[in-house]
């Protein structure tokens, strides 16, 4: 059970207090405003109390629950010792990029003490975002549901009896500050000590590990329930079964998808997936399991990570045998496959209202095949000549194309964009293809050696991309195998992208185009590109302004995974970015958000 510091229960007044319910304008749209806390509360798990960073005395946060259509207002007020941005995952953001909460790339972090304000509308989206921190690795606890209902109130599946947020997260014992701050000093070596289902650690855990540790949903049998699965985590992602129980998944991103059946979800990092569970078993208590995957040796390990929760009947009893409740068959840790052929079988659903959304771009303005996997640079920083191969002499990197981005920690990219003055902060040469073609998955690659060594070289610079408003883009992602194996959950702010295919091992354009598909692909913000392979995706640049790309692994950003698109403006005021609004806070000297 939590154990809440003093200071910390006195939340609960301040939010009741503070929080502003949905006001209805003219019947039809609202205003929705919300007041978030953020502060340290000590919270006792594992037989240690440990202090974190929360939202409202809560873990995870508050969920924003708003209707299509609707005016989001949160007023975040800082109190922790260090700055923060809340970023609304998902959420389009059209002509409101001052909004989008991406540290160092829209806006320097709230200073401890500080206040912001951020407005913006949803439009156009229907189903399950969520929101985070997006400075350090505060996301581990500093998250909540974003839920975006249909206007008419009508879904294109039965209406669920009750929706639920299924929030797969994990437990860090590690000071989350600490945690980045050796992230950056090149140590990989900290794990999270458990999986978590909506802030529950389940009752497989040393000392701590008890049913009253574990997330319960009661059911009534012959209802359905809407779950909205989100992956939180910043280090791996989650196969999420339960015991006895199909689903139907109906939705991912804030986009419907065309109804799929399984008894297994798979969630990457990034990623929200709706899917209609049906109590349709005998009345009884069953697990849920969310249980996170890993490549194989000789990839670095990680601990098995594992969360048990409960579905529990109206009416049902705890077995007086003390028989073991129903488990869920999980695949193998080690098993990429079955994510691979999950997402294989995803489709959008295209309704009739939103047929031009819907819509693949015909034609391609500009065409990107960007590598992802890991490189080296020469320590000091002066020199490219340097022993290879997880050398002493070198840094281990992220790479995108074999540039490792520069992350800042003094300005904001989007107010040197808007006020023309990019000079000495950012480039906008971000390659457009590898430098050297290569077999990138060829596992030779994974262990350092002279094959390896000779493809590491990374450059470490803050290479942007700028595209002219409404043009067509396609990006093939390939995933490598250069010093490891991992997937990458892609996240691209502002945007959902068409997902035409994806595959394993290289992509080949006069075999793979054939695969795309044009009819009805998902709309996504978060693309799982396959361990050992691609996944080709497209969209139109229709929202000026700038835009983090990005991994959704926490070590991969901090390696510098990552870079940032420039969308130009439009002919039109109406398809230009804005002034910045009255409640933005530009950056100080300090690196921070003026006061």
């Keep these: ?34 007041t978030f806390m953020v502060h340290e ?18 873990f995870p946060g508050p969920t924003v629950d708003v209707t299509e259509g609707d005016t989001v207002v949160v007023h975040v007020i800082n109190r922790l010792p260090h700055g923060l941005t809340i970023h609304w995952h998902g959420v389009r953001q059209m002509r409101s990029c001052w909004a989008d909460g991406a540290g160092y790339v829209t806006e ?28 350090t690795c505060l996301r581990a606890t500093i998250n909540g549901a974003f839920i975006i209902r249909p ?35 090149g140590n990989f070596d900290d794990n999270p000590l458990s999986a978590t289902i909506n802030g529950k650690l389940g009752d497989l855990s040393n000392c701590s590990g008890t049913v009253e540790e574990s997330f319960v ?18 280090f791996s992602e989650y196969y999420f079964k339960v015991a006895g129980h199909m689903f139907t998944v109906v939705g991912a991103d804030g986009n419907y998808l065309t109804p799929y059946k399984t008894d297994m979800v798979t969630v990457a990092p990034g990623e929200a997936i709706d899917v209609l569970m049906f109590a349709d078993a005998p009345p009884a208590y069953y697990h849920m399991v969310a249980l996170a995957n890993q490549p194989p040796p000789p990839d670095l390990q990680i601990p098995q990570l594992t969360s048990r929760g409960l579905v529990r009947y109206a009416g049902a009893a705890m077995d007086s045998n003390n028989l073991p409740m129903p488990m869920p068959v999980m695949p193998d840790q080690h098993n990429t496959m079955p994510s691979y052929y999950f997402r294989r079988n995803l489709t959008g659903l295209a309704l009739p209202e939103k047929q031009q959304r819907h819509r693949v771009p015909a034609h391609v303005d500009e065409r990107l095949l960007i590598t992802l996997g890991l490189g080296s640079i020469c320590r000091g920083g002066n020199t490219t000549t340097c022993k290879r191969g997880r050398s002493p002499e070198t840094v281990v990197v992220a790479t995108m194309n074999n540039v490792s981005f520069h992350h800042t920690n003094a300005t904001a990219l989007l107010e040197h964009y808007y006020d023309g003055t990019p000079e000495g902060v950012y480039t906008e040469d971000f ?40 043009a067509s883009v396609e990006i093939v992602f390939q995933s490598t195998t250069l010093l490891q194996s991992d997937s990458n959950p892609m996240h691209l702010h502002g945007y959902d992208v068409f997902v035409l295919a994806q595959g394993l091992g290289n992509f080949d354009p006069k075999r793979d185009v054939e695969k795309f598909n044009y009819h009805n692909p998902q709309l996504r913000n978060t693309v799982q590109v396959p361990r050992g392979g691609w996944a080709a995706v497209r969209f139109l640049t229709d929202n000026p302004g700038m835009w983090y790309l990005h991994c959704h692994f ?29 409640e933005f806070k530009r950056c100080g000297t300090n690196g921070l958000s003026q006061p």
């Design 554 to 582: 926490e070590f991969h950003i901090i390696m510098g995974m990552a870079t940032a698109f420039i969308v130009e403006d439009g002919p039109t005021p109406e398809t230009s970015l804005p002034p910045p609004p009255p």
């Design 431 to 470: 390659p457009v293809r590898p430098p050297r073609p290569f077999n990138y998955t060829d596992r030779e690659l994974i262990p350092a050696g002279p094959l390896e060594a000779a493809l590491e070289p990374t450059a470490k610079a803050m290479r942007l991309r700028r595209f002219r408003y409404n």
């Design 217 to 234: 949903l009661d059911v009534k049998r012959g209802e359905s329930y809407l779950l909205r699965v989100i992956n939180t985590a910043l």
């Design 151 to 185: 206007s008419d109130g009508k879904y294109p599946f039965p209406t669920p009896a009750k929706d639920v947020p299924i929030i797969i997260g994990e437990w860090w014992e590690l000071d989350l500050i600490e945690l980045d701050r050796r992230m950056l000093d």
């Design 41 to 58: 509360m000590n919270v006792t798990h594992l037989c240690n109390t440990t202090k974190i960073y929360v939202v409202n005395g809560r």
């Design 1 to 34: 059970m939590e154990k809440l510091s003093t200071a910390a229960s006195l939340f609960g007044v301040v939010v009741a207090a503070t929080a502003l319910a949905m006001a209805v304008v003219g019947g039809e749209a609202a205003v929705v405003e919300q």
């Design 108 to 135: 320097c972090p709230i200073h401890p003490g500080g206040e912001k304000t951020y407005r913006f509308n949803v439009t156009g989206q229907v189903g399950t975002l969520w929101w985070h921190a997006h400075v």
